[in-house]
Nanobody, 123 residues
Framework: QVQLVESGGGLVQPGGSLRLSCAAS????????IGWFRQAPGKEREGVSC????????DYADSVKGRFTISRDNAKNTVYLQMNSLKPEDTAVYYC????????????????WGKGTLATVSS
């Protein structure tokens, strides 16, 4: 069956780094565009970053540009989110999600979702 499993969350101090992973199975990963989303307590889920299926085109929310980097390893069916210079406002549950082809990751167009991993940025 389809699975997306996030890992790599944890507690980090402001200015620190985390590397999230999203391991996929049960669907043809190479043909799927993958997005990272996050949801902070009391807030709506928002898009963070997206990497396309066909040409590895990437996109970032303005709030994370220059600090976060998305990448994918099709041989491992895995997408990564390297998060540097973390701020307290980055604290959230981070989810990965997948959609067939496409160059963008509209929240309501994503077909498959993981259960999330919590990243907490605090001193």
């Amino acid at each position: 069956q389809v699975q997306l499993v996030e890992s790599g969350g944890g507690l980090v101090q402001p200015g620190g780094s985390l590397r999230l992973s999203c391991a996929a199975s049960g669907f043809p990963f190479n043909y799927y565009t993958i997005g990272w989303f996050r949801q902070a307590p009391g807030k709506e889920r928002e898009g963070v970053s997206c990497i396309s299926a066909t040409d590895d085109n990437t996109d970032y929310a303005d709030s994370v540009k220059g600090r976060f980097t998305i990448s994918r390893d099709n041989a491992k069916n895995t997408v990564y989110l390297q998060m540097n210079s973390l701020k307290p406002e980055d604290t959230a549950v981070y989810y990965c999600a997948a959609r067939y082809l496409g160059y963008t990751c509209p929240l309501h167009s994503m077909a498959y979702w993981g259960k999330g991993t919590l990243a907490t940025v605090s001193s």
